[in-house]
Each structure stands twice: as C-alpha cells, then as structure tokens.
C-alpha cells in the first residue's frame, strides 16, 4: 500500500466511524433506499427529500419547500438535532453531538464514490 493510500484511509476512518450510527437505515449505494432511509449517495448538494419512491414524512416535505438543497451547513444542523431542525421529522434520532464528528461524517459523505 502507498503512503498515498494509506494517508487518504486514515484520514477517512474518523467518517466511517460515525457512519456507523446512520448504516442501520442508510445504505451509500445510489437507489439502495431502505424502509427507514433513503441512500445517503451525493447527498451533498442533492435536493432535499428527493429520492423518487422513498415515502419521505409531511414534515422533511414542508422543510424541503424552505431549503431546496442539503449543504454541508445545513446536514451539520440537521444531524446535530433534528427534531429541532425538522419538527414532526420521523427520522429516529437523537443527534450527533460532537461536532468533530459531524464535520468528519460530512467530509466523508462528500468524497465521491465510484458506482459498481
């Protein structure tokens, strides 16, 4: 492995571990929603609650009309609280609260993936 390589997997693992608390109802993977989530593939910059044939809540719904794109300022709010950011909202949970390791999460969910 080049130091290169080794370099950019280090530099992901803070990303990948918080990826841990969203890969029980998010895939990475384009059109792999699941019952609880849609995919979190380019979900930077994406429409927010757009993913044809994923039953998104009233509530990201009303939200979307306000904030037409996820940017990382707003997906760093939204994963901070958000019951908060979207009231009604039926995603099941609580928040992240570091901010390191929203900030990691975010960097990792930008770098963009090859499809297979």
Do not use: K
């Amino acid at each position: 492995m080049s130091a290169l390589v080794a370099a950019a997997l280090l530099a992901a693992a803070p990303g990948v571990e918080a990826f841990a608390e969203c890969v029980a109802c998010h895939a990475l993977e384009p059109g792999r929603d699941t019952p609880a989530g849609p995919t979190l593939h380019r979900i930077i910059g994406r429409p927010v609650a757009s993913m044809p044939g994923f039953n998104y809540s009233p509530a990201l719904r009303r939200f979307a009309a306000r904030n037409p794109r996820w940017t990382p300022a707003l997906l760093d709010r939204f994963l901070a609280d958000p019951e908060s950011v979207v009231p009604g909202t039926e995603m099941g949970y609580v928040g992240m609260r570091d901010p390191a390791r929203r900030r990691a999460l975010i960097g990792w969910l930008a770098v963009p993936r090859r499809r297979n």
